[in-house]
């Protein structure tokens, strides 16, 4: 249902909000989501590339964990707020939320975020106090008091407008770039696109991978990706040759490549596993 400017939802005893993004930041910010007491049955989740990089604050104070995605050891422990760069392979992380809050950036807002290269971060999740400082810090604190999501919502609204930088060459070259692909997947020309916008491969590769962690190539694969997602989210009768040629690919065995890659799984077994969230697979 609608809650002012948010989706409310309750399942069970799960609440999950969706903010809605004001005017001034949705040029950068994706989704600013709220989550409290999200227990499923599984214990883990893979969590599958989508080309966006997170902000995750955990409000009750216990740590989230990483494991390794072949031994199921955990790799890395996560507390108070973390970053998480852009990814190129899925990551297996903890299921469970008592109370957290998580901000996705668009493709390619990284850098006027962190006022630098997200490529460093690409694969990688850092405390986020080694980015942001003491500010992230006293941000938690305030996220951590017992007021209503509206009010947390608009604390991190506040500090967003202070973070974000404004940076004409996102905003007019780099989200062109982005738009482009995502919107032709199948039929972008990354060489045609470099030109277009007036650059070398190798510097348009530069740029792209400064803002959007990745190369170009390897952003459009992970929407070639997305892109099979939400095809089949949904349809209880799936094609996988239909699907893969409709995403772009001319043969089975690059479609099954990279969807392992990206999954770790082979798409029969996808379908079996998924469940309410196409990038998020339970871990059973």
């Not at 460093?120 to 951590?144: D, M, S």
Request: charged letters at 25%; one cysteine or more; a negative charge.
């Amino acid at each position: 249902m609608e809650y002012g400017s948010t989706n409310f939802t309750i399942l069970d005893i799960m609440i999950f909000i969706q903010h809605q993004i004001p005017k001034n930041l949705e040029r950068y910010v994706a989704a600013l989501l709220y989550h409290k007491d999200y227990f499923p049955e599984h214990k883990k989740d893979k969590y599958l590339p989508d080309g966006t990089i997170n902000i995750i604050f955990e409000l009750t104070g216990n740590p989230k964990f990483i494991y390794h995605n072949n031994t199921g050891e955990i790799s890395q422990t996560c507390s108070d707020v973390w970053f998480s760069g852009v990814l190129k392979d899925y990551i297996t992380i903890s299921s469970h939320h008592e109370e957290m809050m998580v901000l996705v950036f668009k493709p390619g807002a990284g850098f006027p975020l962190i006022h630098g290269s997200v490529a460093f971060y690409t694969n990688r999740v850092v405390p986020a106090e080694e980015i942001f400082g003491p500010t992230i810090l006293n941000l938690l604190q305030e996220l951590k008091q017992p007021t209503p999501a509206e009010e947390k919502f608009r604390a991190i609204e506040k500090w967003l407008d202070r973070q974000l930088n404004a940076d004409d060459f996102y905003l007019e070259v780099i989200r062109y770039a982005i738009e482009a692909i995502e919107n032709s997947p199948t039929q972008i020309n990354l060489s045609k696109l470099s030109e277009k916008l007036g650059y070398s491969q190798k510097q348009f590769i530069q740029l792209f991978k400064k803002y959007v962690g990745l190369t170009p190539k390897q952003f459009h694969r992970i929407v070639r990706f997305n892109e099979i997602l939400a095809a089949v989210e949904n349809k209880e009768t799936i094609s996988w040759t239909m699907v893969a040629a409709d995403c772009g690919y001319f043969d089975q065995a690059h479609f099954i490549k990279d969807f392992q890659s990206f999954s770790g799984i082979n798409p029969k077994k996808y379908l079996s596993d998924i469940e309410d969230y196409p990038n998020f697979l339970p871990v059973k």
